[in-house]
């Protein structure tokens, strides 16, 4: 078929149908009106539409070659070489695709009203349509048995399970139900009809923002002279988002008939455009129609491409298989579905409305994605919402499209959402950012900054964070699974520095920023199931490492220190008050820093830094943060050779950010630091066992559920981890750390 990745409607499979019904396998289709439409539409009917459009406008490839048998076939351009490609028929079209595709709809019909005008014969090459009598029993079977196929499964949902009898025994009579809702009332405003009006058959061309700017028809085969609200229907009730089909249905009616009655101006049509009433009172009269499409067309239209059709089983199953499908993006659809329930035009509205100051922000689309995947982020799911709003200025309309992510509380029942709970660390972050971290960052501008932007807080059903994206910014992860290199390892402990700094002079300007912070990781009050991960894990290390004839002399004794892993770190980590002290991030790892880059000589280099993150963040020594970092993100090479290097560029900026932010406390010397470091090392040495094997898994590996409620913790597999260990044990055990 030409272009065609629709599902159903070809000559295979009329000749299927026909095979099936007549019992004669020796039946071959060689006409079935549907091959002849498309053919008689494409060398004909739509040259003379798109030469009504041009140079502006055009509706459709060009046919190269027709053949009409043995076999019959049609050669067209490929409009990919142009351009043009599928939009995402799961997540639905949004707001501008949407647009995109009523207004062209409404060219096509003008164009076809222009055309029949002049030549009028037009109207009877086009009669068969989808729903008509003269079609086969088989094409009927297929609207019978995906009613049934409907009544079926809505039988299991208890909103709207009465309902299921009704369409049971509407459902032999759905075809004709169809027959009548789309025939042809001459006294009415018709126009040649693509048909079959949906995501499937229509391919966008975008700039190099991504926003779509031409819109083409593909697939007409079935093409029928009648009423443009049979497109109108079929468009409305299958393509767009749900937000879109639910809140933007008039702004695309109103797009359309502007477009069709313009065109129909420019082309001299001597038949008048509808009025916008008589339009929607033909809609009124065609909900039948609207009720097939959504019953029979729309389930197939957003068929997962894991579920495939197949024809075989369409036609040889009496009953229809009904499709689990989900309007909701993929990435989304494994998030407790109560989430998107609030996620929606108005929520986003009042958010950007409230962080912008300007209550002229209209939003008219979003579109989300999951920007977490399994073990990439324990404590919450995060979500990127792509926003597209228009604000007034000037007395102007202007347009925009930024994206928002939103940081949610785990919304599902389990361990993972009691442990997240129980921890209080949203509240956590919640503070740091929308107090702490708002100081701090000022503290240091314009120079430096630590942190994105909280733009909303919301402390129940469900509690959430939504903070500014930092991606359009051009800020990304670097590559965990092979450790950072000396330039970020350089880039990210400044950072740190000036965090440590600006967190000293904001604590000597407000003392009770200090009893903000008194939790972190390590702490008495915190539920047991924290202190079971790290014992696990410790537990899991001994198992492993008794595999590993370097070092399985380390094992009984790691096994022994596995029950009292989680006192040893509140001890490592307790606070005192005569010692130099900080507001640490916490949960300083290189899953929690973004790089921005500059390409030199092809090459990426790490120019600029930001953190994420700050739900563990705890008032005591920079040693915390000193420890979690070296211990667990950079490279091997550059732990092993480069850590007095990383220890003076963090003093030195640590130092001179301190003097400029006129701080009367004195930052500690080189041999202070390394005094405080080496009587936490039992710290660093917890961050080894239990948070550097996580940053080197695979990703796949690990989920805070299955770590909480299995009774044993599988030890993520890596390499460099083993050679790490292999390297570290022996000197945890000369300084006397492998011992109670």
């Avoid at 480069?642 to 001179?656: P, V």
Wanted: charged share 25%; hydrophobic share 40%; aromatic share 8%.
């Amino acid at each position: 078929m030409a272009l065609k990745t629709s599902i159903w409607l070809n000559l295979s499979f009329v000749e299927k149908i026909l095979r099936k019904s007549e019992n004669d396998n020796s039946i071959k289709v060689i006409e079935s009106g549907l091959f002849h439409t498309e053919t008689s539409m494409m060398s004909n009917t739509l040259n003379k539409m798109n030469k009504l459009l041009e140079p502006k406008y055009r509706l459709s490839g060009k046919t190269l070659y027709v053949q009409n048998e043995d076999p019959m076939l049609m050669a067209i351009e490929d409009l990919a070489s142009l351009g043009f490609r599928m939009a995402d028929r799961l997540s639905g079209l949004d707001l501008d695709h949407s647009i995109l595709a009523s207004c062209n709809l409404a060219r096509f019909h003008a164009a076809s009203v222009a055309l029949c005008e002049k030549e009028p014969k037009q109207k009877e090459i086009y009669s068969l349509g989808t729903f008509n009598e003269q079609q086969s029993s088989g094409m009927k079977d297929i609207f019978i048995k995906s009613t049934k196929g409907l009544a079926d499964v809505i039988a299991h949902w208890p909103e709207v399970k009465k309902y299921s009898e009704k369409i049971a025994k509407l459902s032999d009579h759905i075809y004709q139900i169809g027959i009548d809702a789309t025939k042809l009332r001459k006294e009415e405003f018709n126009v040649i009809t693509h048909g079959d009006f949906h995501v499937n058959n229509m391919l966008f061309r975008y700039n190099n923002d991504g926003k779509p700017i031409d819109h083409i028809f593909v697939d007409f085969q079935m093409c029928v002279y009648a009423t443009p609200v049979l497109d109108l229907l079929l468009f409305l009730n299958t393509s767009p988002s749900l937000d879109v089909m639910e809140n933007k249905k008039n702004i695309l009616l109103n797009e359309y008939l502007d477009t069709l009655s313009a065109t129909m101006k420019e082309l001299n049509c001597k038949t008048q455009a509808p009025t916008m009433e008589e339009l929607k009172a033909t809609i009124k009269r065609k909900t039948s129609y609207e009720m097939i499409v959504l019953f029979v067309i729309l389930p197939f239209v957003l068929c997962s491409k894991a579920e495939p059709i197949d024809m075989d089983e369409l036609l040889s199953t009496e009953t229809i298989i009904y499709r689990r499908n989900s309007s909701i993006p993929i990435s989304i659809s494994k998030m407790d579905l109560e989430t998107l329930t609030w996620l929606n035009l108005c929520f986003v509205e009042k958010i950007l409305r409230n962080s912008e100051s300007d209550n002229s922000i209209q939003v008219t689309d979003i579109s989300l994605e999951s920007v977490t995947s399994k073990g990439d982020n324990y404590t919450s799911d995060i979500i990127r919402i792509i926003v597209d709003f228009s604000y007034n200025q000037d007395g102007l309309k202007n347009t925009e499209k930024k994206s928002i992510i939103i940081k949610i509380s785990p919304t599902l029942e389990g361990d993972r959402k009691k442990l997240v709970t129980q921890l209080d660390c949203f509240h956590n972050e919640a503070l740091m950012m929308s107090d702490t971290l708002n100081k701090m960052n000022k503290l240091l501008e314009p120079n430096h900054r630590l942190s994105g932007k909280i733009l909303y807080v919301q402390n129940e059903n469900p509690t959430l964070l939504v903070i500014e994206d930092l991606a359009p910014l051009g800020f990304r992860m670097a590559d965990r699974s092979s450790g950072l290199d000396l330039a970020h390892s350089v880039l990210a402990l400044r950072g740190l520095a000036r965090f440590h700094a600006a967190s000293v002079a904001l604590c000597e300007k407000e003392p009770n920023q200090k009893e903000m912070y008194l939790k972190g990781t390590f702490n008495k009050q915190h539920p047991p199931e924290m202190k079971d991960i790290f014992i696990k894990s410790t537990k899991a290390l001994a198992d492993e490492i008794a595999n590993w004839p370097e070092v399985k002399k380390y094992s009984k004794k790691i096994a022994k220190l596995s029950d009292h892993i989680y006192e040893i770190g509140i001890n490592a980590s307790k606070l005192f008050e005569d010692e130099f002290n900080v507001i640490n991030h916490g949960d300083f790892q290189m899953n929690n820093i973004l790089f921005k880059y500059i390409v030199q000589n092809n090459d990426s280099k790490p120019i600029d830094y930001i953190f994420v993150d700050f739900q563990m963040c705890v008032y005591g020594s920079p040693a915390l943060d000193l420890h979690g970092f070296l211990n667990s993100s950079p490279s091997p090479d550059v732990i092993e050779n480069k850590r007095h290097f990383l220890l003076n560029e963090y003093l030195d900026t640590l130092s001179a950010t301190m003097k400029q932010l006129n701080c009367k406390t004195h930052p500690p010397s080189m041999k202070e630091l390394k005094a405080i470091l080496k009587r936490r090392a039992s710290f660093g040495m917890i961050i080894s066992f239990t948070v550097l094997p996580y940053m080197l898994r695979c990703q796949t590996e690990t989920d805070l559920n299955e770590i909480i409620s299995t009774g044993t913790f599988i030890y993520p597999k890596s390499e460099s981890f083993k050679q790490l260990m292999i390297k570290r044990l022996p000197l945890y055990d000369k300084w006397g750390l492998l011992d109670l």
